[in-house]
């Protein structure tokens, strides 16, 4: 029997031992930042290329190909990396890229979207409900989308995951796609660990809405692209002064860049541009005729019409908005210089997710960024203003934008996710490292690539360019911060001495808009010109030279050595390209590249799992899918421990009164 002078103590040593192992489950599942472990990432969106075939009855497949801007669903069997999942239903998707395609002579090679439980209920591959397929049109890379999510994921954007996909039909070559998860239940699932809230694709609309049930892209894409080319025939409206020369010497509308839409137009079209109007559901068409789920009432989209009202207002922001993941969706966004998107007078090309009243921005396509929608040089694309980063439409009928940016503590962290983004990513050499191994993954891929958009040699000559393009554009960002380069449209304007040189940049040699068909005539070339702030210039570097030089200057220790200089040679290196190397090695600011960090060597696995996160951007469960902290495992060892303690205390009580 224990003598009672030892009771209280033996009780006080049960609680604090009680209190510090319910402190370091707690802490231990805190510090637990593991993304959720879903089976379809490893599995579909792993290192390895996708093998898909999909298996369908010929005439449905030609019916859905001749009647493609109807969007309708046909069933087919997929063999997907050697495993055949039956019933399941697929669309050609897209807008005015669908359109585009359509009008071909000479091409059926469609963005495809792939639904698993549209025909059978719960069916899923490993817990994915739908992916989609994109075709890559105007994308000469085939890179554009692939970094501008992985430059979106480095600074804490949740994105959906991503690969690419060698396609067939049965067992007929179809073509090189670029995979995307879609946002949907199973990505809601993965990031935020729930299913439930609305998503919205942010669409422009033009008067029709196939599938409520369905998910995103029901517009009529004809009658988009026709709205399109109306739009671009119009003159400015409430322009303000009018037209103002660009950097480059063109002419540029109010808000930045150039070749952007007018002002009027698309501009306050469907809601797209999350302008208050009014109350009235049918004043945001293009977000609420695009909702992802059936289960989306009055109430919900009244929740949404709320947030922008206060949106427009300034007020309450981050009661209605994730305002800390929409200034790093911005930062990344303003990077690419996407400007099919919000940016412009598309406002489009997002979604909205929104859960117990509270907005989230996520990124969608991306194929267009770098410079390849509306931007008519290099220069305007390098140059593109961070502080009013719009184009064709002023910051007030952007009010994301701008409201976010008149709150002195939001443009400043907006300012420090940019810096991060250029340090990080790009200064590290990050990007370069990025590009030249999505090359060494997808390069056979894409000299086999029959029903490709571009050529071989054109895709070749694309990645140094793209490379060269985006290092200019991080040094004008640099510049914009630090304040040597003018960071607003008016201030470039009225001071262009300092802007960044691109015209050595042939912007065409990545792909644009309205740059498919293989029978068009490419020159995929640097262009002329004359070698501008750190180029590569010319046609100094293709791309098996240029995977040759980057190695050695990742030894180099951040010199020009003899010996550095000796390596080069042995590559047969004229002195002249030897100085463009050197110019390289600045661009990337004489940093090394981090191939440690890159889980499995290849870029694409979440950031805190590659260890490229930002230093001081805080661990958010959310942007990497991590599962709640208090999940039933911890919950129910916790109370176990919590009815040890109260047991310790009832214990104490009772031999008190005894004694």
């Not at 031992?17 to 990432?41: D, F, R």
């Not at 808000?255 to 809601?271: A, I, L």
């Not at 960024?369 to 040089?377: D, I, K």
Request: proline share 3%; net charge negative.
């Amino acid at each position: 029997m224990i003598n009672s002078k030892h009771i209280t103590k033996i009780a006080a040593l049960l609680i604090c031992l009680s209190l510090l192992l319910c402190v370091g489950i707690v802490y231990v599942a805190n510090g637990n930042t593991k993304a959720k472990v879903v089976e379809y990432k490893s599995r579909l969106f792993g290192d390895e290329i996708i093998s898909l075939d999909i298996q369908v009855n010929e005439t449905d497949w030609q019916e859905m190909l001749d009647n493609a801007t109807a969007k309708e669903y046909i069933s087919a069997d997929l063999m997907i990396n050697g495993e055949l999942f039956t019933t399941v239903g697929l669309r050609t998707k897209g807008n005015s890229s669908l359109s585009q395609v359509s009008q071909m002579q000479d091409s059926d090679r469609y963005s495809i979207n792939i639904k698993f439980n549209h025909y059978k209920k719960g069916q899923t591959y490993y817990g994915l409900d739908t992916f989609c397929i994109n075709n890559l049109v105007g994308d000469t890379t085939y890179m554009k989308d692939y970094l501008s999510y992985d430059i979106m994921k480095y600074i804490g954007v949740n994105t959906p995951l991503m690969n690419y996909a060698s396609v067939t039909v049965n067992g007929e070559d179809y073509g090189f796609f670029l995979a995307l998860e879609r946002y949907n239940k199973s990505y809601l699932d993965r990031i935020y660990d729930t299913s439930g809230g609305q998503l919205y694709n942010v669409k422009i609309s033009m008067g029709r809405h196939e599938d409520l049930t369905d998910d995103s892209d029901n517009q009529n894409a004809g009658e988009a692209q026709k709205a399109m080319n109306n739009t671009q025939r119009q003159p400015p409206a409430n322009s303000g002064d009018g037209e103002q020369d660009s950097p480059d010497g063109d002419k540029q509308r109010p808000g930045g860049g150039t070749g952007g839409f007018p002002m009027g137009g698309m501009n306050n079209r469907g809601g797209g541009d999350l302008v208050y109007v009014d109350n009235k559901i049918s004043s945001y068409s293009s977000i609420f005729e695009n909702a992802e789920f059936k289960s989306n009432s009055d109430k919900d989209k009244q929740r949404v019409i709320r947030a922008l009202k206060n949106l427009s207002e300034g007020k309450n922001l981050e009661e209605y908005f994730n305002v800390d993941e929409t200034l790093r969706y911005l930062a990344a966004h303003t990077v690419v210089v996407n400007l099919d998107s919000y940016s412009s007078g598309m406002a489009q090309n997002y979604y909205i997710y929104e859960r117990n009243g509270k907005i989230t921005i996520l990124p969608w396509d991306y194929g267009l960024a770098f410079g390849g929608f509306q931007s008519e040089s290099a220069d305007s694309v390098v140059n593109f203003p961070i502080d009013t980063p719009v184009s064709g439409v002023t910051m007030e009928s952007r009010p994301l934008i701008d409201k976010l940016l008149e709150v002195p503590e939001y443009k400043e962290k907006y300012h420090e996710y940019l810096q991060q983004i250029v340090e990080g990513y790009f200064e590290s050499g990050t990007f370069a490292q990025t590009v030249m191994l999505l090359d060494d993954k997808i390069n056979s891929y894409v000299k086999g690539d029959s029903t490709s958009f571009t050529t071989y040699e054109a895709y070749e000559t694309s990645i140094p360019v793209l490379i060269d393009l985006a290092t200019l554009r991080a040094q004008s960002i640099a510049g914009q911060l630090d304040g040597s380069i003018p960071s607003t449209t008016d201030g470039q304007n009225s001071d262009k001495s300092s802007l960044i040189d691109a015209s050595h940049i042939n912007l065409s040699a990545l792909g644009s808009m309205m740059g498919g068909g293989r029978d068009r005539e490419k020159d995929g070339g640097f262009g002329g010109g004359e070698r501008g702030h750190g180029g590569f210039g010319g046609n100094m570097f293709d791309r098996e030279l240029l995977q040759k030089i980057i190695p050695i200057l990742q030894e180099s220790g951040d010199e020009m050595t003899e010996d550095v200089k000796a390596k080069l040679l042995d590559l047969d290196l004229t002195e002249e390209q030897i100085e463009q190397a050197a110019e390289l090695m600045n661009q990337m600011a004489n940093g090394e590249f981090d191939v440690q960090n890159r889980q499995s060597g290849f870029p694409g696995g979440d950031q805190k799992e590659r260890g490229q996160f930002p230093g001081n951007i805080p661990a958010m469960q959310s942007s990497v899918g991590t599962q709640s902290a208090l999940n039933p495992t911890t919950m129910i060892v916790t109370l176990a421990l919590l009815l040890v303690l109260a047991g310790a205390i009832v214990f104490i009580a009772r031999k008190k009164k005894t004694y």
